[in-house]
């Protein structure tokens, strides 16, 4: 396989080296390549998707591109190919740093303007124009509950998470409230960084038209602080400092308590990731000891959700 991608590879970009399969992925792939000199990373589709509703690899190619012309930062994106031995991928500038979150929150120290760093960029990530990316749609909660009834299986902690996330939605307040182009996935873990702070930001296949405040909380989610729970951001910082960059750019007057409806919703959404993901493995569509392993994280998101509405009064 691997002399066939780069035989592919090298029809398109010329002579290239071996590609390199890089750990990490749950539905696809990541190959280092070297070409001309430039170091590059191929993203290839994998065995499967992670949902029904993951962005195509040509639409999360289009994202990357819109959010480069827009200043974010984000790798340089080189070419869309449909059909690389037998999938699609696309090719991109490969970037340093570190992508993998529990090394992150443990870097000594964690670079200091990081927190602020991630509120500049998703600044400008939703600052991107909407019809410049005319195939992204809005995502209502419904959507969620029609992912767990997928699974056909019970699990009341996810249930009771809908049900008050139905309840309780906080009304927003400020200016610009209306749906913009969000990241979907922005936190620890799809990001990486050096010891200067952000480099780029990755993995844009949940991009999709929705509230700010979806995206500002979704990194507040326990399982992103990768065992560093004091630090409700990500492992690496405090919320308000970044909450009120965001808003000091933005204008947008996002309150700390649509922050926290926001988190236990990306709980729920995570929990029902971990459900989903974890069935790919028991019904052998693919088998995945990785995939195996979120079933049992699920529990945890599971046990996270309750803990979270506990604290606001759900008995």
């Known amino acids: ?36 000199g430039e170091a590059l990373l191929v993203r290839r589709a994998g065995g499967g998707v992670i949902h029904r509703h993951t962005l195509s690899l040509a639409d999360e190619f289009a994202v990357i591109e819109a959010a480069y012309e827009a200043g974010v ?16 991928a696309f090719v991109m500038e490969r ?49 969620l509950v029609e992912e767990l009834d997928d699974t056909g299986e019970p699990h009341p902690a996810i249930e009771l998470g809908l049900w008050w996330l139905r309840e309780n ?12 182009v969000v990241h979907g996935d922005f936190r620890i873990g799809n990001v990486a960084v050096d010891a200067d702070g952000l480099v780029g930001v990755l993995d844009w296949e949940f991009a999709h038209l929705d509230d700010p405040a979806r995206d500002l909380a979704f990194g507040l989610v326990r ?17 308000e400092p970044y909450l ?3 808003n000091e750019l933005t204008g947008r007057e996002i309150r700390p308590e649509e922050l926290d409806y926001w988190e236990v919703a990306g709980n729920v959404a995570w929990a029902i990731g971990c459900v989903t993901q974890a069935r790919r493995h028991l019904t052998g569509q693919e088998r995945s000891v990785e995939l195996a392993i979120l079933g049992r994280l699920g529990a945890e998101v599971e046990y996270e959700i309750c803990h979270l509405l506990e604290a606001k009064g759900v008995a």
């Open 244 to 246: 009120e960059r965001y």
């Open 169 to 180: 939605r906080p009304a927003p307040s400020g200016k610009g409230r209306e749906p913009v």
């Open 95 to 143: 970037i340093h740093g570190e992508t993998i979150g529990r090394r992150i929150v443990r870097m000594e120290p964690v670079p200091p303007g990081l927190a602020l760093q991630l509120a500049e960029e998703l600044a400008k990530i939703h600052a991107i124009p909407p019809e410049r990316l005319p195939f992204l749609r809005e995502t209502a909660m419904d959507r």
């Open 1 to 36: 396989m691997i002399a066939r991608m780069r035989e592919a590879l090298e029809d398109i970009l010329g002579p290239v080296s071996e590609p390199v399969l890089l750990a990490g992925g749950a539905s696809k792939e990541a190959w280092a390549v070297d070409a001309d």
């Open 73 to 88: 930062k984000v790798p340089r994106p080189i070419r869309y190919i449909a059909d690389l031995d037998g999938r699609e």
């Open 223 to 239: 399982a992103w602080r990768f065992g560093k729970d004091d630090l409700r951001l990500g492992g690496i910082g405090e919320v």
